[in-house]
């Protein structure tokens, strides 16, 4: 349970709240189900800060009965700017894990100068050259809510993650409507298959695309995470 409860988080309008193809600062917040029990709450933030670079972040850890037999909190995040032409670039991503006494950290600094990228992860670094648009694991899901809100629906995402270059590409399945905690909301239903794990996202058009709910399935277990709050933020 400890490693689909870790996994779930690595996942992470038209005239709605959001006006433009960028969305402003917001917050969402999101329960976690397990077997039809509620096993622990997240939240989901964009800032912009005042130096005019951008803060993106997840916080997740267990609740009610499962934090009493494994607390796990997850902190990641991602520092980026934009170009004049609006595209988003990584600066920095921090990932934090603890559970328990143990702790994991994965770190990738963008140096955009010399085109390379500094990834540090189970206590070893190595570099990764750069190519124009790549991201880290987190930003590109940000990406994807921008990309949906311009009305691509192929999508592709080139990552830098664990010393390499990885691809990613959401297969979209049709539209949805889905039960969440701001009731029934129209959205786009995407999965992304990797290896033996498998991830759906529900992309609500009226929310910027935000995920709103999040199923993964890992050896026939099956986790979700599903929005129950979201507003704009200073």
């Known amino acids: 349970m400890k490693a689909l409860f870790v996994a779930l988080f690595l996942l992470l309008s038209n005239n709605g709240i959001y006006a433009n193809d960028f969305p402003p600062p917001f917050k969402a917040e999101y329960k976690v189900y397990a077997k039809g029990f509620s096993v622990g709450k997240g939240t989901r933030t964009l800032k912009r800060l005042k130096n005019g670079k951008y803060l993106f972040q997840t916080v997740a850890e267990t609740t009610g009965w499962l934090s009493f ?5 997850i902190e990641e995040q991602s520092l980026f700017t934009r170009t004049k032409s609006g595209n988003i670039r990584p600066l920095k991503y921090t990932y934090r894990q603890k559970n328990g006494s143990k702790k994991r950290t994965n770190e990738v600094i963008f140096d955009w100068t010399k085109g390379m990228a500094k990834n540090t992860f189970n206590g070893e670094t190595k ?14 899901q940000l990406v994807l809510m921008q990309d949906l809100k311009q009305g691509k629906r192929q999508l592709k995402y080139i990552v830098a ?36 794990r498998r991830t759906t996202l529900w992309c609500a058009r009226a929310l910027h695309y935000l995920p709103v709910q999040v199923e ?15 507003r704009k933020i200073d």
């Open 69 to 73: 037999f494994k607390k796990i909190r």
């Open 127 to 140: 570099m990764i050259p750069l190519q124009e648009g790549t991201l880290d694991r987190l930003l590109y």
């Open 161 to 196: 993650d664990k010393g390499k270059i990885k691809v990613y590409t959401p297969k979209f399945l049709g539209h949805e409507r889905v039960e969440t905690g701001m009731g029934k909301l129209n959205s786009l239903k995407y999965m992304r298959v990797s290896n033996h």
């Open 216 to 230: 993964h399935v890992e050896d026939g277990d099956v986790f979700s995470m599903l929005l129950q709050s979201v």
